[in-house]
């Protein structure tokens, strides 16, 4: 799963995520982490991945190498400052990404995550809706990456559906540091990594 968005309920979602004693993966942009680095730091003593979004959420396919370089590492230094950790993984905003941002995130040391399960949470269609649209989303299986977001109306009322539902389906809900392939890996237009050998 991946969050955020506004910070109206993050302590509701870090209380929901450790009585599940589930794990999760934060995505931020550097306005994020700059407006609420309490919530930043809570994150992170909760034992969740702490995930890149980029400095200013722009359409990252249309930006230099230097220029993507700049939203991804500004936000790097950022989280370093206030938690001492590195982190490692970098979502593109919109899911926008071209091979110029895929390299220049993987030279800072960066893994690109796309996600194939959106719970569409920020429309507002109620906690009914977010819940079917994941457990009865035709993409749903193992190495499934789910998006929902920190501040939408209804997540933080769905998140605890969801996590029993997907348990009921028998998947086990890690972070992402914890899912995916770092080497030896092809992605296909899903998101969805695959070994490739040696």
């Known amino acids: 799963m991946t969050f955020p968005w506004g910070n109206e309920d993050t302590a509701t979602l870090l209380s929901i995520l450790d009585e599940y004693d589930v794990k999760a993966t934060f995505f931020m942009t550097g306005g994020w982490v700059a407006s609420y680095p309490d919530d930043v730091k809570a994150i992170a003593a909760a034992g969740h991945d702490l995930g890149n979004h980029s400095e200013n959420h722009k359409q990252m396919s249309t930006l230099s190498a230097g220029e993507c370089k700049e939203e991804i590492q500004s936000v790097h230094n950022k989280v370093k400052e206030l938690t001492g950790l590195d982190m490692t993984l970098f979502r593109p905003p919109y899911g926008d990404y071209n091979d110029t941002l895929i390299e220049a995130a993987n030279g800072l040391g960066y893994h690109a995550i796309q996600w194939d399960v959106d719970s569409l949470d920020w429309k507002d269609y109620g906690a009914d809706a977010i819940v079917s649209r994941v457990l009865d989303n035709e993409h749903l299986g193992n190495g499934s ?25 028998g998947y086990e809900l890690v972070p992402i540091s914890e899912l995916i392939y770092t080497e030896n890996y092809e992605m296909d237009h899903e998101g969805r990594q695959y070994v490739t050998g040696n």
């Open 145 to 169: 990456i789910i998006l929902m977001h920190n501040g939408a109306t209804y997540t933080k009322d769905a998140l605890p559906r969801v996590i029993e539902g997907l348990r009921e389906k």
